[in-house]
């Protein structure tokens, strides 16, 4: 079935880059997804990609998809402690379409140290 | 703004009660979620619903069912809840599109501490 990875945590220190990291199984996805928690919050999504895609560029943000390793990554650039939080990758399932499902990982926790 | 609303942010419950947690989006969506999101584990389907009435099971549906007879509102109860139901409950929305992405609005989620 279909299967998304994450790391659990991630550390760095302010004004450094952050990587966070996420590998799919499901190569019929058409669309890959980066949803923030900030604490004692739902998800936000933050920016999404899609499949055709290899790069996409918003602001401090850069998203990577990798398609035939089934790999996709966020880059935060000049990593503020407003961005510590938990970060979630998603894909849309075969056949999601009407119902609007997501496959979410397991969320990596980003730890912004000053 | 998209507002997604849940009836409680905190909730105590005891073994066997029954408990009912509410979810009511203002955007007209057509979709409808409901995860538990533990650490470790990430968000988990429960179970989700296409439109009024209509609902499909999740990953992890056991021990829980929901009813959505109004299209804003989407309920999930637990029969007889159990220790193992303890955490953060979360629903979201989301508009059919056809081809486009699927976005999903979340509320601020419900923590159920069941003793």
């Known amino acids: 079935g279909e299967d998304v990875e994450q790391s659990l945590f991630l550390s760095v220190r302010e004004g450094d880059s952050s990587v966070i990291n996420c590998t799919y199984t499901d190569s019929s996805s058409t669309y890959l997804y980066w949803y923030k928690q900030e604490p004692g919050a739902g998800l936000q999504l933050l920016t999404y990609?899609?499949?055709?895609?290899d790069m996409k560029q918003d602001q401090r943000l850069t998203v990577l998809l990798n398609k035939k390793d089934k790999h996709l990554s966020l880059r935060i650039a000049d990593t503020q402690t407003g961005d510590s939080a938990i970060y979630f990758c998603a894909e849309s399932p075969w056949g999601s379409s009407n119902t609007g499902k997501l496959i979410f990982g397991q969320g990596t926790t980003l730890q912004v140290k000053p | 703004d998209v507002k997604v609303t849940q009836s409680s942010r905190y909730l105590v419950k005891r073994t066997g009660e029954k408990v009912f947690l509410e979810c009511v989006q203002d955007?007209?969506?057509?979709?409808m979620f409901w995860y538990r999101q533990d650490p470790g584990l990430g968000l988990r389907l429960i179970y989700f619903?296409?439109?009024?009435?209509?609902?499909e099971k999740g990953d992890i549906p056991e021990g829980y069912s929901v009813s959505r007879e109004k299209k804003e509102r989407f309920s999930l109860i637990l029969e007889s809840a159990s220790t193992n139901q303890t955490s953060m409950y979360l629903c979201?929305?989301?508009?059919?599109?056809?081809?486009?992405?699927?976005?999903?609005?979340f509320g601020p989620g419900t923590r159920l501490t069941v003793l």
């Open positions: 990609i899609f499949s055709n895609m």
């Open positions: 979201a929305s989301s508009p059919r599109l056809a081809g486009g992405p699927n976005e999903q609005f």
């Open positions: 955007m007209d969506h057509e979709n």
């Open positions: 619903s296409y439109d009024v009435k209509m609902k």
